[in-house]
């Protein structure tokens, strides 16, 4: 008896698994549009607090580095298209991407891409996601910061706006990102 490595994949099964992968990154892009939707403006910057970063990093731990990427690219051009995907405090469109919040948006897919790479590399722990989060949430952090400091002029002001608001709320972030993503992996690995 030939075991499933062995046996011939039919063309029904390839289509089915394309199918399945294609609706993962469109679901993944999907729930990081909703979460840009919950959002607080803070009036002393043009960075809004948001649970989209939460969104990105569980992407990225959930469905591993080349669909958090490939999800996150997705969302990128959806936003460039003219759809509203992006949080609703920014221009959408070309401009946000050009905007304030621009650095952080376009390291989107490093970020998940970061995020699923360190949990792919070894057994999914607590440990394991929330380093994967923190690296990831540095990937991040360096895109928007540096994106700030090109339009700011100021890499004091760009740390202002887009750091010293955002630390604590970023922690909590990463630690519900590792704890779900966690969860998750117990959960599949339970599947027969």
Known sequence: MANAATQPVSTGDR????????????????FVALCARVFLPLHFTPVPL?????AVLLVGMTLG???????LLLYLAEGLAGIPVFSPTGPGGLAQLLGPTGGFLLAYPLVAF???????????????????GLCAELVLFSGGLSWLVISTHSFAQAVRFGLYFFVFAEVIKVMMAAAIATS????????P
């Open 50 to 54: 948001t649970i989209q970063n939460f």
């Open 15 to 30: 289509a089915l698994y394309w199918v399945l992968q294609a609706t993962l990154v469109v679901g993944a892009s999907a």
């Open 65 to 71: 580095s080349r669909r958090g990427f490939f999800a």
């Open 114 to 132: 970061l995020a699923g790479w360190i949990m792919e590399r070894g057994k999914a722990s607590f440990i394991r996601a929330a380093m994967a």
């Open 184 to 191: 998750w992996q117990r959960v599949l690995r339970t599947q």
